[in-house]
């Protein structure tokens, strides 16, 4: 028998998740009108319906060090969503990234004999291949976002399906430079730089200071500039205080503005400093020039080199296959090497156009290959509509 009401347990816990976690909402809520929705998400998720046992701001660490220091509260939060799974016992779990809390989580829901939809893959091809075990063995179905990913779960035996990048299916921006500028007390005469030091607290402070350094330097070279730093909406109140107070002590007398919309600020920017992350992607998708940067805490560091094995830390110089955006990790990461790497893309010549070439085949290559004109979210959509034993 069909289940016309199906319960979803439904779990993301950084920006970009959550963000695919509301748009996932939106379309199975058009397919299945009764559809329920809990676990752990952010505010966008629970304004379309979503009951938030965890909030993911709550959750939202980053790095080995980062999460060893936090575990008290992500164990905390864990035991809240495995006391309430018990208990509601929903008909699938879609678990999205981050796969710290949701690795373990799979395997809750294994024991309990509840499907589990993994989307957006760990990044167990870059480092962490020991955790394919626990993919094999507690993860149905596997729904992966760049093209490479496939055949990598495919040949460990994971039953893993390419979706497309939800980000690839977006339209560009529709708000005007006018519009942008007058909402944000911007200048349009001006030259835009986009600031994203990533979405989490502490992305932010180990970011952030060495990009309103970046930022001071090209203010010296070009008064006409403005900064324009879009906040997370995952951020907290008392999180978005840690920004204005970084602003205050780093970029004091400089023209930065928080803005809300990273999307728009990235189209309209002339240039852009990204964090390394999923931003990187939206800006690789909307096609203006950037440099990828990253600090994380020493130690986090140390190990990643040891077991990192891919060639590029940007997932756009992966998917492009060579090192087409300037990548400024760790000691790199100093203001210096940003002018030095930024500046040649911000004037119009072979720099900017060669960059602006590269992004668009990128955008290519994350559009091919799905054989279906289905947005992402509609294909991971019927995947779960299936699981539940409803036809799409």
């Given at each position: 028998m069909q289940k016309t009401s199906p319960n979803i347990f439904l779990s993301a816990g950084e920006a970009s998740g959550e963000a695919y976690g509301a748009l996932l909402i939106s379309e199975l809520k058009s397919r299945c009108l009764g559809a329920m929705f809990f676990g752990m998400?952010?505010?966008?998720?629970?304004?379309?319906?979503?009951?938030?046992?965890?909030?993911?701001?709550?959750?939202?660490?980053?790095?080995?060090?980062?999460?060893?220091?936090?575990?008290?509260?992500?164990?905390?939060?864990?035991?809240?969503?495995?006391?309430?799974?018990?208990?509601?016992?929903?008909?699938?779990?879609?678990?999205?990234?981050?796969?710290?809390?949701?690795?373990?989580?799979?395997?809750?829901?294994?024991?309990?004999?509840?499907?589990?939809?993994?989307?957006?893959?760990?990044?167990?091809?870059?480092?962490?291949?020991?955790?394919?075990r626990k993919v094999q063995r507690f993860v149905d179905r596997m729904l992966v976002i760049f093209p490479f990913e496939?055949?990598?779960?495919?040949?460990?035996?994971?039953?893993?399906?390419?979706?497309?990048?939800?980000?690839?299916?977006?339209?560009?921006?529709?708000?005007?430079?006018?519009?942008?500028?007058?909402?944000?007390?911007?200048?349009?005469?001006?030259?835009?730089?986009?600031?994203?030091p990533g979405s989490r607290a502490k992305e932010i402070r180990l970011n952030l200071p060495e990009m309103a350094r970046a930022a001071r330097l090209l203010f010296e070279r070009d008064p006409h500039m403005e900064f324009l730093l879009p906040l997370a909406p995952t951020l907290t109140i008392a999180q978005a205080h840690v920004v204005t107070g970084l602003l205050s002590e780093f970029a004091d007398g400089l023209p930065v503005r928080m803005v809300r919309d990273a999307r728009a600020a990235l189209f309209h920017a002339r240039g852009a400093i990204v964090a390394s992350g999923t931003a990187?992607?939206?800006?690789?998708?909307?096609?203006?020039?950037?440099?990828?940067?990253?600090?994380?805490?020493?130690?986090?560091?140390?190990?990643?080199?040891?077991?990192?094995?891919?060639?590029?830390?940007?997932?756009?110089?992966?998917?492009?296959?060579?090192?087409?955006?300037?990548?400024?990790?760790?000691?790199?990461f100093q203001a210096g090497r940003i002018v030095q790497e930024l500046e040649p893309l911000l004037a119009d010549g072979d720099s900017r156009a060669e960059m602006m070439a590269g992004l668009v085949a990128v955008g290519e290559k994350l559009r091919a290959g799905r054989g279906s004109k289905a947005t992402a979210i509609a294909a991971v959509a019927t995947i779960v509509l299936e699981t539940v034993g409803l036809a799409s």
């Open positions: 998400g952010g505010e966008r998720m629970e304004a379309l319906g979503c009951e938030r046992v965890v909030k993911s701001e709550d959750v939202a660490v980053m790095g080995i060090t980062e999460v060893i220091r936090h575990l008290p509260q992500i164990y905390r939060e864990y035991r809240k969503l495995k006391a309430a799974i018990r208990q509601r016992r929903p008909d699938v779990a879609v678990l999205i990234d981050f796969p710290d809390i949701h690795l373990k989580l799979a395997e809750e829901f294994h024991a309990l004999g509840i499907p589990v939809i993994f989307f957006v893959s760990p990044q167990l091809w870059a480092w962490k291949k020991g955790r394919i496939e055949p990598f779960y495919r040949e460990s035996g994971v039953n893993a399906t390419y979706v497309g990048h939800p980000l690839a299916d977006l339209e560009l921006p529709g708000v005007s430079r006018a519009e942008f500028a007058e909402g944000n007390g911007l200048d349009p005469g001006n030259r835009w730089i986009g600031l994203l990187t992607v939206e800006a690789a998708l909307i096609g203006n020039p950037f440099v990828v940067v990253y600090r994380v805490s020493p130690v986090t560091y140390a190990i990643a080199k040891r077991v990192v094995t891919v060639p590029h830390v940007a997932m756009v110089n992966l998917v492009a296959d060579k090192r087409l955006v300037p990548e400024l990790i760790q000691d790199d």
